[in-house]
Every structure is written in structure tokens, then in C-alpha cells.
T-cell receptor, first 113, second 114 residues
């Protein structure tokens, strides 16, 4: 079975500071990788995804993530945090030709004024 | 509007009383899936369906049933709910069978089993 590890269940940054949310996966073959965001009392919304094209992926709301095969990582970054970025973020993995999805345990991002 | 709908949004029930949570999508998606979300555990896949009449187990299928008689609907059935099934449930759908397609999520169903 695949595993997805998100380091840090809670991350707190100041408004305007760099956001870095970490995700590592276990896979012997290149996976599809996703970042989803969940605002309070809502479903999940796709931020960005990696599907074997460019290793640096740009998503919505200024977020981006870099796929690093050697490190089996797919960390999410944003240069400057905004108050509206406060939410819970989930990293997810799916394998080609498989239809199971594996989610990390989530990271709650708090943005301080 | 393209969307995944779930009903009910909130449900409180008692142990052993059968219940069904409905899920419907209007995007003609082939793939549909159910997840449960628990604090500190993220989302865990319960069942998924690649097309009508084709379903398979995810990571935590025990205590749940599903059916896919129509492309748009994918109900989740708890034949005899227990308190450990208290959770937040999400239905999701995606366009095709390949693993790289985005999943669209419903708004969630918060279930409490007393």
C-alpha cells in the first residue's frame, strides 16, 4: 500500500511570509500527485496536480509544488501568505492505472496578521 | 452547475439502524468514490467505482456497502452502523479511469452514530 506523509499537522506563518507544507510519498513507480485544500465546513478543492509533465507545477491562488523523484517529495509552497490561505491542506497520491487514492493526514495552516 | 451532491448533510442515528447516504454527480463522470475523514487520519478511501456495476474496495471497506446502478449515483449503505463509523464522509467523482484525473468532491455528510 502507498503511504503519504505530511510533516506537521499544524503550521503557523505570518501574513506575507513564505508558506511551505511538506509531503513525502512512498512509491516504487512515478505516481500522480495532488494537493487539495479544505476550507472550514467545505469539501476539498484541487490546488494543483503533477501528472509526469513539468516537475514544477503551478496551481491556483499562487501556490506551486515541485516534484522531486530522488527525494520522493512534493512540497507545496507560496511566496507570500494571505489571511485567506488559512485552511487545511491535503497531499494525495494515485498510481497510473490504479484507481485508489491515498491521502496524507493533512496540515492545518494558520496565518497570523 | 457541475457538482457532486450528497444527502443528508448531517445525520444522527443509533447503533444498528440501517442508513443510506446518497451521492449524485451531474458531470457524466465514470469514476466515483467514497471517503471518510477523521481527525489526524486525513481521508481514507472506503469504496470506489470505475463505471456502472463495477465497484471495488478501498482501504477501509468494513461495515459499508455501495452500489452503482446508474452512472450518476453512488450511494453508501451502512447496514448496521456502529459508533466507530461516526465520521465525516465525502463522495467524489472524476472524468475517467486514469489515476491522474482530478476528483471533484461533494460537500460532505457528517454522521454521528450513538
Amino acid at each position: 500500500a502507498q503511504s503519504v506523509t505530511q510533516l506537521g499537522s499544524h503550521v503557523s506563518v505570518s501574513e506575507g511570509a513564505l508558506v511551505l507544507l511538506r509531503c513525502n510519498y512512498s512509491s516504487s513507480v512515478p505516481p500522480y500527485l495532488f494537493w487539495y485544500v479544505q476550507y472550514p465546513n467545505q469539501g476539498l478543492q484541487l490546488l494543483l496536480k503533477y501528472t509526469s509533465a513539468a516537475t514544477l507545477v503551478k496551481g491556483i491562488n499562487g501556490f506551486e509544488a515541485e516534484f522531486k523523484k530522488s527525494e520522493t517529495s512534493f512540497h507545496l509552497t507560496k511566496p507570500s501568505a494571505h489571511m485567506s490561505d488559512a485552511a487545511e491542506y491535503f497531499c494525495a497520491v494515485s498510481l497510473y492505472n490504479f484507481n485508489k487514492f491515498y491521502f496524507g493526514s493533512g496540515t492545518k495552516l494558520n496565518v497570523k496578521p | 452547475e457541475a457538482q457532486v451532491t450528497q444527502n443528508p448533510r448531517y445525520l444522527i442515528t443509533v447503533t444498528g439502524k440501517k442508513l443510506t447516504v446518497t451521492c449524485s454527480q451531474n458531470m457524466n463522470h465514470e469514476y466515483m468514490s467514497w471517503y471518510r475523514q477523521d481527525p489526524g487520519l486525513g481521508l481514507r478511501q472506503i469504496y470506489y467505482s470505475m463505471n456502472v456495476e463495477v465497484t471495488d474496495k478501498g482501504d477501509v471497506p468494513e461495515g459499508y456497502k455501495v452500489s452503482r446502478k446508474e452512472k450518476r449515483n453512488f450511494p453508501l449503505i451502512l447496514e448496521s452502523p456502529s459508533p466507530n463509523q461516526t465520521s465525516l464522509y465525502f463522495c467524489a467523482s472524476s472524468l475517467a479511469r486514469q489515476g491522474g484525473n482530478e476528483q471533484f468532491f461533494g460537500p460532505g455528510t457528517r454522521l454521528t452514530v450513538l
